[in-house]
């Protein structure tokens, strides 16, 4: 493939201009002007968020409501019983979810290499569909987990491509912030399912849990409509080898001409990368498709296996947080708490202040950066989770008190909503080189979803009042698992902010954590070469003169 001249080398004509240019100003010159279309193209996916934070988040509203009670278990409010689900069936009516998204995030590591992240996220969209369509016809709690499993598999499976897409095809001067309005719909998913539930809890028909169940099919179907208009990533076509189309492709999203020196130099950088990380990570068959993902050293701070160990123990640390602790059981743990008389009002609460601070990572993301963002993060989810725990603990039964604790889970929430919330997902779409990327982001997202898929099994035995009966207690945990996250941050994280996912892949070779923010953007490609070889032929054309 053969490069056009950079217009910023044609236009010298002095040898001071030559002099003048430096690698890191060609560098920063690389990256086209950003859109409004840039925008809307790249933010798009993100959509997907609301599908995967709605479904997610009705699950515990609906736990709650007396008619699915009694459809679901038999059980006459008012009766010798305790009018609830029990343990067993609410971890795994919960967890069941989280199963088939752990196997779908891994088939979608398979499936975006072979036919794209594009076409894996229609497919995972349909898949997606026939589970919501189990569910809403489900009257017993096997159909409603069957349905739950197939729905699960299609979450993964968009989980883990949409955030690889976003991060392949969004400029690096707001991947950060585009990556993070993903997070910022999986909170609107969330508000809407609260909102969706408390409209439907007081119906005494099959149409109050239905209702919800069936609404999660829109959100689907316009994320698989939507990504019909929009194009495969570049990145993808050149792992292909179709740099004419990586081309093609390259211009409509950066808004130029696919000759233009902005997507040629971009263009250039990426086909270097993949040719350069191919050669050190040859795979000759499916099996070392997968085993690449481990290969390296623990020491070598550039290896696969190091940059896995990373993307699947930060996701990891995400569900350790205890966010989804209040998302899936924040409804049925607020009515435990005794003093409270609209528990579904609460949970509306929580999703509003979830919704509203996940906008503050768009611009803490890029302004401060990934790894301070994940290392407050931490050290502010501490702080308000041994609170709740102390002040439950201590004085569970006041109605002050109670309020008190509502008011720092909202604090804490709020903390996760702008750092680790996003944090983790911009991190993990940014760390791995082309040609481990897709397998290593399902492995990442399979992480993640592996131990929201523990932690909503134990959890109801935790809390539950004829189980663990921890109560409040259980913040200890949390809070504790949050200090793990804030050394975890301080040691392992990188600082990515500003670079090309080319530049990271570079970065991640010649730096460790506390020195990545240190580190400037070199060439990746034949810039430095192209750069001399133009120089000298510029100072030999002024000498003559």
């Known amino acids: 493939m053969s490069l056009k001249s950079p217009a910023s080398i044609q ?91 752990f196997f779908g995030a891994l088939f979608a590591g398979d499936t975006c290499d072979w036919y ?38 299609g979450v993964g499976g968009v989980s883990s491509s949409v ?11 707001i991947r950060g912030a585009i990556v993070s309005g993903y997070q910022f719909c999986i909170t609107i998913g969330l508000l809407i399912a609260s909102c969706v539930d408390y409209g439907t809890k007081n119906r005494t028909d099959s149409g109050s849990y239905r209702i919800p169940i069936a609404l999660q099919m829109l959100w689907a179907m316009i994320l698989m409509i939507g990504l019909f208009l929009l194009p495969e990533t570049p990145r993808f076509f050149v792992r292909k080898g179709d740099v004419a189309k990586a081309a093609s492709v390259l211009g409509f999203l950066r808004q130029q001409p696919e000759d233009s020196d902005y997507v040629q130099e971009e263009l250039a950088e990426i086909i270097e990368s993949h040719e350069r990380e191919s050669a050190l990570i040859p795979t000759r068959s499916y099996i070392q498709s997968w085993t690449a993902c481990f290969t390296g050293s623990l020491r070598d701070q550039s290896s696969n296996l190091r940059r896995t160990i ?75 989770e041994f609170i709740v725990a102390i002040a439950g603990t201590v004085d569970g039964g006041n109605p002050q008190t109670v309020s008190a604790m509502i008011a720092f889970i909202c604090f804490y929430i709020s903390f996760f909503a702008s750092t680790w919330g ?25 992480s993640n979803w592996l131990w929201n898929c523990i932690i909503s099994v134990i959890t109801p035995y935790m809390v539950g009042e004829d189980k663990g009966n921890l109560g409040a207690k259980v913040f200890f945990i949390w809070g504790s698992l949050c200090a793990c996250g804030f050394v975890y941050a301080i040691m392992l994280i990188p600082e990515t902010k500003g670079l090309t996912l080319e530049q990271v ?41």
């Not at 003093?339 to 302004?367: A, D, G, M, Q, R």
């Open 163 to 173: 955030v690889l897409y976003m991060s392949e095809i969004t400029p690096k001067k």
């Open 310 to 384: 990373l993307g699947t123990s930060l996701q990891m640390m995400q569900q350790c947080t205890g966010i989804n602790f209040i998302f899936y059981f924040g409804t049925t743990f607020f009515q435990e708490l005794g003093t409270i008389k609209n528990e579904f009002l609460i949970s509306i609460i929580t999703s509003l202040v979830n919704v509203c601070s996940t906008p503050i990572s768009f611009y803490l993301v890029e302004k401060l950066g990934r790894r301070p963002l994940l290392i407050y993060g931490a050290a502010g989810m501490v702080v308000c």
């Open 116 to 153: 794209g992240r594009r076409t894996t996220i229609i497919f995972a969209c349909l898949i997606f569909i026939i589970g919501a369509i189990l569910q809403t016809a489900s009257s017993t709690v096997a159909l409603l987990v069957v349905g739950r499993v197939v729905a699960g598999l």
């Open 422 to 446: 996003p944090g983790a997902w911009v991190v993990t779409g940014e760390i791995f080189p082309l040609p481990i990327r897709s397998r290593a982001v399902g492995l990442s997202t399979a």
């Open 505 to 545: 892949d570079l970065m991640l070779q010649e730096t460790n954590a506390f020195t990545s923010a240190k580190w400037k953007p070199h060439s990746v490609d034949n810039t430095d070469e192209y750069i001399k070889s133009n120089t000298e032929h510029l100072e030999e054309t002024v000498s003559i003169a």
């Open 11 to 101: 236009e010298l004509d002095s040898a001071e201009k030559i002099n003048s240019v430096t690698e890191n100003e060609y560098i920063e010159r690389m990256e086209a002007p950003l859109t409004w279309k840039t925008y809307v193209i790249c933010g798009f996916g993100s959509f997907a968020g609301i599908f995967y934070g709605y479904d997610s988040g009705y699950i515990s509203g609906v736990m709650g409501m007396d008619y699915f009670i009694t459809e679901f278990t038999g059980k006459v409010k008012g009766g010798p019983e305790p009018f609830a689900l029990d343990a067993w069936q609410k971890s795994l009516i919960t967890s069941i979810l989280s199963a088939g998204t």
